[in-house]
């Protein structure tokens, strides 16, 4: 049984296919610094107001790509270092500062791997088009 969720991200993920398909065509100065912001706030692809598809798609996808791999090596590291850290505040004495450090470390690596997996979902939906 799907949930909710589910079909969001496939609506989310056509939307995005759908945008790099057909491209983006800004109007005005204003529209073109409404487009600039949206990429820099990262809700569009980079590329996406590129003249062709393909511009788009190698454009979107490498910029998908580096947002993989560089969230995706942060989670993992700070995941690790952050269950380290909590594993030797618990032996022996228990130190706070060492289990806080490590929960910090842990909570911001799985915040870098979930915007890892955002850039996965990103990047198979600018390849299905």
Avoid: C, H
């Avoid at 820099?40 to 190698?58: F, N």
């Avoid at 500062?97 to 490590?102: A, D, H, Q, S, Y």
């Amino acid at each position: 049984m799907e949930s909710g969720g589910g079909r969001d991200r496939e609506a989310e993920e056509d939307a995005l296919t759908r945008l790099v398909r057909e491209g983006v065509r800004p109007e005005g100065p204003g529209e073109r610094v409404d487009l600039s912001l949206r990429k820099l706030a990262g809700e569009l692809p980079l590329g996406v107001d590129a003249p062709s598809k393909a511009l788009r798609k190698t454009i979107g996808g490498g910029g998908e790509l580096l947002a993989l791999v560089k969230f995706g090596f942060l989670g993992v590291f700070l995941s690790g270092v952050g269950l380290l850290f909590v594993a030797l505040g618990a032996i022996g004495g228990f130190e706070w500062t060492l289990v806080g450090v490590g929960a910090v470390s842990s909570a911001v690596g799985a915040a870098s791997l979930r915007s890892a997996y955002q850039a996965l979902r990103n990047l198979r939906a600018i390849s299905r088009t």
